[in-house]
């Protein structure tokens, strides 16, 4: 099992930054793509950004040049840090993970944190 526990979250206005954190705890035999999602009040939640265990990234296009998604392994921590926050970036923000353990490969998802963008 994965336990993922995200903070960094908070009211912050237009413009302003946020990071977010994600700290992995548990038993596995490797964490593999790691991403962040989020979900706005009535709608589905979306893919915000992805990291693989290697390194590559993928982005929204709606966060692009805005967000930056990094992990640390060593620390077994991802993090997201959003940078020209929008309005429309208020959601409950979520950390998923991969994990490959002995014979399957099983997804996680965090708690979620709140992350609100107004003045």
């Known amino acids: 099992q994965v336990q993922l526990v995200e903070s960094g979250g908070g009211l912050v206005q237009p413009g302003g930054s946020l990071r977010l954190s994600c700290a992995a705890s548990g038993r596995w035999i490797s964490i593999n793509a790691m991403g962040w999602y989020r979900q706005a009040l009535g709608k589905e939640r979306e893919l915000v950004a992805a990291?693989?265990?290697?390194?590559?990234?993928n982005y929204a296009d709606s966060v692009k040049g805005r967000f930056t998604i990094s992990r640390d392994n060593a620390k077994n921590t991802l993090y997201l840090q959003m940078n020209s926050l929008k309005p429309e970036d208020t959601a409950v923000y979520y950390c998923?993970?991969?994990?490959?353990?002995?014979?399957?490969?099983?997804?996680?998802w965090g708690q979620g944190t709140q992350v609100t963008v107004s003045s």
């Open positions: 998923n993970t991969e994990a490959q353990h002995s014979g399957y490969i099983s997804s996680y």
């Open positions: 990291i693989t265990s290697g390194g590559s990234t």
